[in-house]
């Protein structure tokens, strides 16, 4: 399916809106990366001190779906502030779920997990198509069909991943306990980490689940030997500082967002640039 263009949207400019009628589709908000505690009373504290809302929020008009604005209507909500909404008009759901996906990717407010596991939503669409040029190629007459489509190639494309890392997350997506996906979506665990984590318990024939704290517990016989126990050692290290790596990258793309609603002769702009020198010195502190 090509991008959704421009021209295939109708516009209509801040609407007289009933925010109460706004719809929230777990499909369109898994497309969003969930704001930290810290992160989201900054923003309230931003609005608040402000007192409006700067950024109005999307919906899809026939549906009356939030498509972009989530935090910004939550916190409007909680302080009584009404956010300017613009409606936009698409034919179809995969149009507005597409403008939904590329508005935050282009932000960059999503990590691997959450691009592949957005793009896998739109499955259905590249299955049903490729099953589309299979029987007009194989018909009574067959037809000189489309460039056959390979669904896990189109996913991976969307999602600017690996047809391999797309596979990985869909069965992590279908078999792995909704606090394991979550962690996932925080950026707290890597795809290939949860991947290995998975397959070892699926070849130990152990559930893949939070352990308690009776069967977390080592028995003489699961003690590692020194082998396994630096192996262990060495890779809980470099992700250790994969994780700090993606923490600095989430909160400088914050700041700097931030920054360029900074007029050039604030004298926020300042504490702003501080802001981002101390936030790199924390983390360069802490390695």
């Known amino acids: 399916m090509p991008l959704v263009e421009k021209n295939a949207i109708k516009t209509t400019r801040y609407l007289q809106f009933d925010l109460a009628s706004i719809i929230i589709d777990p499909e369109f908000q898994r497309m969003f990366s969930a704001k930290t505690p810290e992160e989201y009373a900054a923003l309230k504290e931003s609005i608040q001190r402000e007192g409006h809302i700067r950024d109005p929020i999307v919906v899809w008009k026939e549906k009356n779906i939030l498509l972009d604005g989530h935090h910004r209507l939550q916190i409007g909500t909680e302080l009584g502030i009404k956010p300017r909404v613009i409606g936009l008009s698409f034919a179809t759901r995969e149009d507005a779920k597409m403008w939904t996906f590329q508005n935050q990717r282009n932000r960059r407010n999503m990590n691997w997990f959450q691009q592949i596991e957005a793009a896998l939503t739109f499955k259905p669409m590249y299955a049903a198509k490729a099953k589309a040029n299979q029987r007009a190629a194989g018909g009574a007459v067959p037809l000189k069909s489309e460039k056959p489509v390979d669904t896990y190639a189109e996913i991976a494309k969307l999602a600017g991943a690996s047809i391999d890392s797309v596979r990985k997350a ?115 502190k802490r390695g």
């Open 170 to 284: 869909e069965r992590l997506l279908q078999e792995t306990s909704e606090e394991e996906i979550n962690c996932l979506r925080s950026g707290e665990v890597l795809i290939n980490s949860a991947f290995k984590k998975y397959e070892s318990k699926k070849e130990s024939g152990k559930p893949f689940s939070k352990p308690n704290a009776k069967s977390s517990e080592k028995t003489l016989s699961d003690k590692p030997n020194k082998k396994e126990l630096a192996a262990t050692t060495q890779f809980s290290e470099g992700e250790k500082y994969i994780k700090e790596i993606l923490r600095l990258a989430k909160e400088l793309g914050i700041l700097f967002s931030e920054i360029k609603k900074v007029p050039h002769d604030s004298q926020e702009l300042d504490k702003a640039r501080l802001q981002i020198f101390n936030t790199i010195g924390k983390y360069s």
